[in-house]
């Protein structure tokens, strides 16, 4: 009965070509720019690390008092003074530090022109914590953090384009004049957002390709090449020193904390620890401290951009008004056949079965517009960067995923807006058709 249906669905179908190719585009246009803001949105909105985001915090303290704090929050990164303290403390069972560093490096083949290589002074806990995966050797350890060792850990792609793709491991390379043993090579890993490095505006940045230890980079007084955030004055002055000391902020804190007790203890540690500053003169306020796990975190900064919401929403308005639109060419279409609908009723139909031939009409205007809505989908992923960052627009992706959704919307939806239609065809009274004829 399924197929008989469908039979006389796409002969009603090819009676009214006009009529059906208006649905079939209004459906596919509605559909497509759906799921082009839908593929954008769902790139930035996901979780980064879902098997660890609720174990993995951020500790943020008021350096500053409540006359410099944004809507009384405290800034989004450390000072290196308090960044250091919670690490001697070692409150977490996992802890590290981070700040992005920009290093030349000096390939081996003297025939080939330094390149920058953008990536972060960290702590051992980095690579574990955030469960960074190895395609060779492992990151270095805590005594290679205490000693200040030469040692780095470099991307795949870096790998690839330095030593073909062999394992690099034990080798040296040369960065800023400095030679640097390899101990690892990471395998290819970007969580989108970075949600470790939102301080520096980094959430969709090109992936890191080189990891140094964090006492080592400060040793060689290397320059944060991310953001430095000194306050009111927005000073850092010239002394490096006066610098690394004072309470400009751009060192970002991570602690890994598995269960709420452990988080709670924290928390209590961050409020003592502000209130010893405070006896010791150096803050005037009273704690202000936050700890947010990596759902938090994201929310407090905005990693979804606003442009993707607003896009999403209009897109999702618009396919309201392809559908209202279908409605209409379905009720205009279902109602100029209600003779047959009274001969059918007249013969034994049932309104059920009226139901199941006009649903199942409907179900393929719907999958045509699906297809047509995947082809212009397509279309779309070529013109996203034009109304987003290109950061953000080649993160969406034409995957298996949003082809079935793209499908399964299209068929849904045009059978739900047909449903209206569909009643007002199954009132249709046989002997009225009949004597009118």
């Known amino acids: 009965m399924f197929f008989h249906n469908l039979r006389l669905g796409a002969t009603s179908l090819r009676r009214n070509p006009l009529l059906t190719a208006l649905m079939i585009m209004s459906i596919g246009f509605g559909v497509a720019a759906s799921m082009v803001t839908y593929a954008v949105f769902r790139a930035v909105s996901g979780d980064p690390i879902p098997q660890k985001s609720a174990q993995l915090f951020v500790?943020?303290?008021?350096?500053?008092?409540?006359?410099?704090?944004?809507?009384?929050?405290?800034?989004?990164?450390?000072?290196?003074?308090?960044?250091?303290?919670?690490?001697?403390?070692?409150?977490?069972?996992?802890?590290?530090?981070?700040?992005?560093?920009?290093?030349?490096?000096?390939?081996?083949?003297?025939?080939?022109?330094?390149?920058?290589?953008?990536?972060?002074?960290?702590?051992?806990?980095?690579?574990?914590?955030?469960?960074?995966?190895?395609?060779?050797?492992?990151?270095?350890?805590?005594?290679?953090?205490?000693?200040?060792?030469?040692?780095?850990?470099?991307?795949?792609?870096?790998?690839?384009?330095?030593?073909g793709g062999a394992n690099s491991v034990g080798r040296e390379i040369t960065m800023d004049d400095r030679h640097y043993r390899i101990v690892g090579v990471t395998e290819n890993w970007d969580p989108k957002p970075r949600f470790f490095d939102m301080f520096s505006g980094n959430a969709y940045a090109m992936p890191a390709q080189v990891y140094i230890p964090f006492n080592y980079a400060v040793a060689q007084r290397f320059d944060t090449y991310g953001n430095n955030n000194c306050g009111s004055d927005g000073k850092r002055g010239d002394d490096w020193g006066s610098w690394l000391h004072g309470e400009c902020v751009w060192v970002s804190a991570w602690v890994e904390l598995d269960t709420a007790a452990q988080a709670e203890a924290y928390r209590q540690y961050l409020d003592g620890y502000a209130r010893e500053q405070r006896a010791a003169g150096r803050f005037n306020w009273p704690p202000n401290n936050r700890l947010r796990d990596v759902a938090a975190w994201l929310d407090y900064e905005h990693a979804v951009p606003p442009e993707s919401r607003i896009s999403l929403s209009l897109a999702l308005g618009f396919?309201?008004?392809?559908?209202?639109?279908?409605?209409?060419?379905?009720?205009?279409?279902?109602?100029?056949?209600?003779?047959?609908?009274?001969?059918?009723?007249?013969?034994?139909?049932?309104?059920?079965?009226?139901?199941?031939?006009?649903?199942?009409?409907?179900?393929?205007?719907?999958?045509?517009?699906?297809?047509?809505?995947?082809?212009?989908?397509?279309?779309?992923?070529?013109?996203?960067?034009?109304?987003?960052?290109?950061?953000?627009?080649?993160?969406?992706?034409?995957?298996?995923?949003?082809?079935?959704?793209?499908?399964?919307?299209?068929?849904?939806?045009?059978?739900?807006?047909?449903?209206?239609?569909?009643?007002?065809?199954?009132?249709?009274?046989?002997?009225?058709?009949?004597?009118?004829?």
């Open 319 to 437: 396919l309201v008004i392809c559908l209202v639109n279908t409605i209409g060419l379905l009720l205009a279409k279902f109602m100029r056949r209600a003779p047959e609908i009274g001969v059918r009723r007249a013969l034994g139909a049932s309104r059920a079965d009226i139901y199941r031939q006009f649903l199942a009409e409907a179900g393929m205007v719907g999958l045509a517009g699906g297809v047509l809505g995947l082809v212009l989908t397509g279309l779309g992923m070529f013109g996203i960067g034009l109304v987003f960052e290109p950061q953000i627009a080649q993160l969406a992706r034409m995957d298996v995923s949003l082809v079935l959704l793209t499908l399964v919307v299209a068929i849904a939806a045009t059978v739900l807006a047909a449903f209206y239609p569909t009643w007002r065809a199954a009132q249709v009274q046989p002997a009225w058709q009949l004597k009118s004829n």
């Open 59 to 163: 500790p943020q303290i008021d350096n500053r008092g409540p006359q410099y704090n944004r809507h009384g929050e405290p800034p989004d990164a450390l000072n290196y003074t308090d960044a250091m303290a919670l690490m001697r403390a070692h409150k977490a069972p996992r802890q590290t530090l981070l700040f992005q560093v920009g290093l030349s490096v000096m390939p081996d083949d003297a025939q080939r022109m330094p390149f920058k290589a953008v990536g972060y002074a960290t702590f051992s806990d980095f690579f574990n914590m955030f469960d960074v995966p190895f395609q060779y050797g492992q990151g270095w350890g805590p005594g290679q953090d205490e000693s200040r060792e030469p040692v780095v850990v470099i991307s795949r792609a870096l790998n690839q384009k330095l030593f």
